[in-house]
């Protein structure tokens, strides 16, 4: 039985990997066409082939160790970071017996705390200050945003009385989450580019001033598994948006067409939106996400009580 799930686990992870390729290639084709150019095309039909090509050459290019970096954490964050990426993907309530988690949405929390580490570990280690500056924003960024995360989740939890991803699809039946907590959503995908530091939150890799954030050091492998950690959590994060507030099943063919849909958005974000400046990134978390994130949580609360009151 272990060893069936261990199986299945390893072609989780394949198909996984193989979707975040694809998905860097929508992005290049997207973003190229948002700037009226082409996009990759040459590498491969239409350039399909394209991501395999980008990972043969990270993959074999000369890995740089610098000589006054912290050699063991430098080494493995990236492989932490991409770890942790990958596990969470163990919470999605699979039809076919795969996993089958409780708790699964304080999963979720507790490897989006954990991810933080990785970047910290990947700054700090550089000894860079450029790659230090860069996980310091990251980690303040982070932990701010998942502050209002956890009211959003509590939110939706307090309407499903569980911890289990299954439940969510039940009671969206007749009526997605979307429609009834329309600006939650809007909060929550707010903060999913916030967590994975996507443009206009971008600042833990802000190229124009930090050269290139946290990973200013890296280079071939270990470039590539902080990025495909990256775009793993993306998808991760369009799919568990899908769940929440749109109501999907991960048996039926609209599920995959919602996470696509999801995913363009971060794209379409990304081609269309500034970064913001720094200040103006924590007084949103704080002034603006917290405040409504905690009313609606409240207001859940009251509805729930008020709804088993009158039921009984």
Request: net charge neutral; aromatic share 20%; with cysteine.
């Amino acid at each position: 039985m272990i060893l069936i799930k261990l199986v299945s686990y390893l072609i989780l992870v394949i198909l996984v990997l193989v979707s975040v390729a694809f998905f860097t290639l929508l992005e290049r084709k997207t973003l190229g066409y948002i700037q009226i150019r082409k996009g990759p095309d040459k590498v491969g039909y239409a350039g399909l082939l394209q991501p395999f090509a980008d990972a043969v050459k990270l993959f074999t290019k000369e890995q740089t160790f610098p000589t006054m970096s912290n050699f063991i954490p430098y080494y493995l964050s990236p492989v932490f970071s991409l770890f942790i990426a990958l596990v969470c993907w163990c919470l999605m309530p699979y039809e076919l017996g795969l996993f089958c988690f409780e708790f699964g949405v304080l999963f979720f929390l507790c490897c989006t705390s954990a991810s933080v580490y990785s970047t910290m570990g990947a700054g700090w280690a550089s000894n860079s200050k450029y790659s230090l500056l860069g996980c310091l924003r990251a980690v303040a960024q982070t932990i701010s945003y998942e502050v209002s995360l956890a009211l959003i989740l509590l939110s939706m939890l307090f309407l499903v009385g569980g911890f289990d991803l299954s439940l969510f699809e039940s009671y969206q039946r007749y009526c997605w989450f979307f429609i009834l907590g329309f600006p939650l959503a809007l909060l929550w995908f707010a903060s999913c580019l916030a967590e994975s530091n996507r443009t206009p939150f971008d600042f833990a890799e802000g190229e124009s001033e930090l050269v290139s954030g946290f990973n200013t050091e890296y280079s071939g492998g270990g470039f590539a598994l902080i990025f495909m950690a990256e775009y793993a959590s993306i998808l991760f994060l369009s799919a568990l948006f899908s769940i929440i507030f749109l109501g999907s099943g991960l048996v039926s063919l609209l599920f995959y067409v919602k996470i696509m849909f999801i995913g363009f958005c971060f794209v379409w974000v990304r081609g269309t939106l500034p970064r913001f400046r720094y200040d103006k990134l924590m007084y949103l978390a704080w002034k603006s996400f917290l405040p409504v994130a905690l009313n609606y949580c409240i207001f859940f609360m009251g509805l729930k009580v008020f709804l088993e009151v009158t039921l009984v």
